[in-house]
């Protein structure tokens, strides 16, 4: 069994910061991308940021200059350090994974945590 645990989301006030860290564990054969996606309510989740294998990073517009996501293979997790924090930020975020599994080998999956809320006041 493989599963993606999020840690680090809270209440913050804009122009704060926040560090999200997202941590894969179980049965895991290799992790190629990760990423974070966020979901405001009444929206539509979308991507935020996501970091390959090879360290290429892909932002959305609405994020970039603010945050940064970055990963250590070591410990198969992912980080967004999130700054200038904009009320707009709020939302769930969610981690995501694309994996294979050992006992999947060689098909890979998604998968996703199960959210932590981001609050930004203003």
């Known amino acids: 069994q493989v599963q993606l645990v999020e840690s680090g989301g809270g209440l913050v006030q804009a122009g704060g910061s926040l560090r999200l860290t997202c941590a894969a564990s179980?049965?895991?054969?290799?992790?190629?991308?990760m990423g974070w996606y966020r979901q405001a309510p009444g929206k539509q989740r979308e991507l935020v940021a996501a970091?390959?294998?090879?360290?290429?990073?892909n932002y959305a517009d609405s994020v970039k200059g603010r945050f940064t996501i970055s990963r250590d293979r070591t410990k198969n997790t992912v980080y967004l350090q999130m700054n200038s924090l904009k009320p707009e930020d709020t939302a769930v975020y969610y981690c995501?994974?694309?994996?294979?599994?050992?006992?999947?080998?060689?098909?890979?999956?998604?998968?996703w945590g199960q959210g932590t809320q981001v609050t930004v006041s203003s």
């Open positions: 995501s994974a694309d994996m294979i599994s050992r006992k999947s080998y060689p098909l890979s999956s998604d998968y």
């Open positions: 179980g049965d895991i054969f290799s992790i190629n991308t």
């Open positions: 970091i390959t294998n090879g360290g290429g990073t």
